[in-house]
């Protein structure tokens, strides 16, 4: 989930450029095929389910525009909370519990779905999620994804990010070397070995170095985050998710910028090399471009003790039963669990609008569903790219938000 410096670029630098159009790519306003499907004799025919319930008031949808997030209260029974607590209560060790319908249910079962269904439009119910257990601990001495000492990194350890990035093992020792000695040493360290800069190297997590042949995408990509919380999450530094709010708006104007340059969009696309040298292991992740970043720094943001600003994020207070629902392009991390009396549970579950890929279907915890879960690649019929599919709704947001469409045109006006 995760060579050349942004320059820290102005926000009008970032917008798309007339020399390259951002063009929705052939085939992707398609009909949408329904989840179920009934065999008639020779023909299938395909149902929508829409279930029906609860949806997003005009004001909710105006902060989901603003903010890039909302918090739906209550948005899941007691019932299903106790069942997805009694679950991870009983749970084996190393056991799997994502594909348990005591997780699933959470969304399948809820207010979520209905919400969604309204808000955004059809998905695939999950058949699996990330269970986000968190446990309490102190600040740590290990060198985190960006390359810092846990310890040191401000805001409860944040490292907000945008998903769908290959991580590898950071090392835990100061790299010795040139950029590209450590640059080449760092991709090899993966779980399939030195296979040079390639689409086919693999991260710890499973994630693609590149979605695609020709490495112009460096980012897997869905339509929306849905975090579950199944425990008390009311004060600061309980673990919690946390949110640069309002930072969708940059990283969908920093993708259509990087398209416009030359159609290579995320990490090792133009502004957002892969790593940071200026870090005290030589050898940290950039989760963010450094322009987007900028945009949410000033005097009053927290330092490492090398003086290095970091935006201040948003931690995300709720209660066991509320959920949180993003955008794909809103930059979030988990944080350290140091004042929580009990582990932090969040359930998570990534979702993509059916009609990108109307004939694949998504798993609900896959940040990368142009691939398989474990890198494979996908066959898809002639004349469609997925890669450029996904590229286009990287920089165009809303999109597959289909009843926020409204919304979101009144909005840009009153900007």
Not at 42 to 64: C, D, N, V, W, Y
Not at 301 to 322: A, F, K, N, V, Y
Not at 341 to 348: A, F, N
């Amino acid at each position: 989930m995760w060579n050349e410096q942004t320059g820290g670029e102005s926000k009008d630098a970032r917008r798309p450029l007339q020399a390259r159009a951002i063009c929705r790519p052939e085939g992707s306003s398609l009909t949408l095929p329904q989840p179920r499907t009934k065999n008639h004799g020779t023909q299938m025919i395909t149902q929508f389910e829409h279930k029906p319930g609860r949806t997003l008031s005009a004001e909710e949808k105006r902060t989901l525009y603003r903010d890039g997030y909302l918090i739906i209260k209550n948005a899941v029974s007691n019932e299903l909370v106790e069942a997805a607590l009694a679950r991870i209560k009983a749970a084996k060790r190393g056991e799997n519990l994502g594909p348990d319908p005591a997780m699933t249910n959470l969304v399948n079962e809820s207010d979520v779905t209905p919400v969604l269904h309204e808000a955004m439009g059809y998905f695939d119910p999950p058949d699996t999620c990330q269970v986000g257990v968190r446990k309490v601990s102190a600040p740590g001495d290990h060198f985190n994804q960006l390359g810092y000492h846990e310890k040191d990194q401000p805001y409860f350890a944040a490292e907000p990010h945008v998903d769908g990035s290959m991580t590898i093992a950071i090392p835990q020792t100061v790299q010795e070397g040139s950029e590209q000695e450590i640059y080449d040493r760092y991709i090899a360290s993966g779980p399939k070995g030195n296979l040079g800069r390639s689409p086919d190297v693999m991260g710890h997590n499973m994630v693609p170095m590149f979605e695609d042949p020709e490495m112009t995408l460096g980012l897997g990509s869905f339509t929306a985050f849905v975090f579950v919380c199944l425990n008390d999450q009311t004060q600061p530094g309980c673990g919690q998710t946390t949110l640069l709010k309002g930072a969708h708006h940059s990283v969908e104007r920093f993708f259509q910028w990087q398209y416009a340059q030359n159609a290579h969009v995320g990490v090792e696309g133009p502004g957002w090399p892969r790593l940071d040298h200026d870090v005290p292991n030589r050898c940290g992740l950039i989760y963010l471009p450094q322009s987007v970043q900028d945009e949410f720094i000033d005097e009053t943001s927290e330092t490492t003790p090398d003086g290095r600003r970091w935006p201040r994020p948003t931690q995300i207070l709720m209660e066991p039963g509320d959920a949180c629902i993003t955008v794909y392009q809103m930059p979030h991390s988990g944080t350290r669990n140091e004042f929580g009396s009990e582990s932090r549970k969040t359930i998570i579950f990534r979702i993509r609008n059916k009609k990108r890929q109307p004939n694949k279907r998504v798993n609900g915890v896959s940040d990368h569903p142009d691939r398989g879960q474990m890198g494979e690649w996908l066959e898809f019929e002639p004349g469609n790219d997925p890669w450029e599919r996904s590229k286009y709704a990287m920089c165009h947001m809303w999109d597959e938000w289909e009843g926020m469409h409204e919304t979101v045109a009144a909005m840009q006006v009153e900007a």
